[in-house]
């Protein structure tokens, strides 16, 4: 199926459907094809004998003849023109006319040429296509033509001087020595210097076609071959090395000890090295960032610990302390309350006493002007910004935090991210054990202090003091609460 594209879209539906309903294929109206029958060929092979060279049937072998015979004869006659129109048109031996059978009594030499026989006569010099001679000269006399001719002076042929060629003789075929004295007849020193010149040189060539190579010394006789040779030994290994490189992967091609020999420390792609080293130290930087999040996941999980502990305590009723100091003694050895020697002294409980509706009343505003500014409760949604190994040493050790600084992140000996995370949470929870220690202890000493001084009025006295956690001394109290 054969489409026309036309220019346009209605072309090639037009196209489609006149090839579909209105042309015919040609295969639909032609005859049945020939049939070639298995025996036809072995048929035809049997017409002509090849024995005999003739056909066996008689008709056959008599049109052949014929046919044979008829072109045999248009060819000699072609042939013959040919010959008549490139020769001359007599014989040269027997002086007859060959055109007598066309014009029978006329001079060959008077005859026309083709399409004018008989009516246009030719000139005297004939057609003049090719030369009556090759030669300038009489081949009997040897005298040129401008002195023996058959035409007059004027119209003889005209001599051409031609320069004869340079007769060249074999160099073997001069004799210039003199077998009797062994001189040459001229220049005889100068000769024999070259003589043993040449043999020398050719004694040389001989010798290197055969021993051009030492095997012992593994090297060729000729300094200059062996400087060719080792030149092209070179040049193959840079191409076989050049050719391996080129089927590495990537990935092989790339590494680092391309940039540099490993023997020789001998640096080959400067700007290669630069790279290594700036991905190096970009991967030690994350190795330490590491471990600045867990040393500050470490401090969040101290301080959440400190606030569950506090809000532990805060959440004790101090009612529960209240009976046993109202009983005065102690119902166990009945020794009573005082600062008496035979007395027991009563320490203090962690739990600070309720307020009363008007200190709840005046608490917050007593915040506004900075009496518990401390003691103030966080704002819901509060963000909590990630420590810093900064922040996690108070404000007064300053000599410490100096040292922190310049000795940077801790570093963890592990010897991988797991058995090192381990070690931390362990260090972690014998570091949250001592400060939840401390904690309970700097607790307990402000809770004597508020016991001591409460008949005082509460607005008059402080908050006890908050636990020292690492971090923000406002957001642990606020926590503490």
Known sequence: MTIVLGETWGDQLRAYEREKRYEVDAGLVSGQPLRLLPGMFQAQERTYDPVLGRYRDGAVEGTQRHAEERERVAHLNRARDIQILREQPFNILSQES???????????????????????????????NFPDTAVDYNILSNLPFKEQHWAK??????????????????????????????????????????????????????HMAKNGFDPLTGKFCDP???????????????????????????????????????????????????????????????????????????????????????????RVAPERYEEQRRRGY????????????????????????????????????????????????????????????????????????????????PRSTAPSV??????????GRSQRSGSIASSRAASHSAYRAVSQREATPFAAVAPPAPAAVPGSPAKSSAYAR
């Open 153 to 206: 002076e004027d119209s003889r042929p005209r001599m051409k001087e031609k320069s004869p060629r340079v007769r060249r003789i074999p160099a073997f075929l001069c004799k210039d020595f003199d077998i009797v004295t062994n001189r040459y007849l001229d220049n005889h020193s100068e000769k024999l210097r070259q003589e043993k010149r040449v043999n020398l040189l050719e004694a040389t060539e001989k």
């Open 330 to 409: 102690d119902i166990i050895d009945g020794r009573g309350y005082g600062p008496g020697a035979k007395e027991k002294h009563l320490h203090d409980a962690f739990p600070r006493k309720r307020q009363t509706p008007w200190e709840k009343a005046t608490v917050n505003l007593d915040a506004m002007h900075g009496s518990f500014s401390s003691a103030s409760l966080p704002l819901p949604g509060t963000e909590v910004k990630t420590l810093r190994p900064s922040a996690l040493l108070p404000s007064s050790s300053a000599p410490e935090l100096h040292e922190l600084s310049q000795r940077g992140p």
């Open 224 to 314: 200059k071959v062996e400087e060719r040779v080792q030149r092209i030994d070179d040049a193959r290994e840079v191409e076989i090395h050049l050719r391996g490189e080129a089927r590495y992967p990537p990935s092989y091609k790339g590494r680092e000890s391309t940039a540099y020999g490993i023997l020789s420390h001998e640096t080959y792609n400067p700007e290669m090295l630069r790279l290594y080293d700036t991905k190096e130290k970009e991967r030690t930087g994350r190795f330490k960032n590491r471990y600045i999040v867990d040393h500050n996941f470490h401090a969040q999980d101290l301080k959440g610990d400190h606030i569950r502990e506090l809000r532990q305590l805060n």
């Open 418 to 427: 797991r058995s090192g995370h381990a070690r931390s949470q362990r260090s």
């Open 98 to 128: 060959k055109l007598d059978k066309l014009a029978p009594g006329k001079d060959p030499m008077r005859l026309g040429g083709h399409g004018t026989l008989g009516e246009k006569e030719r000139t005297k010099e004939g057609k003049g």
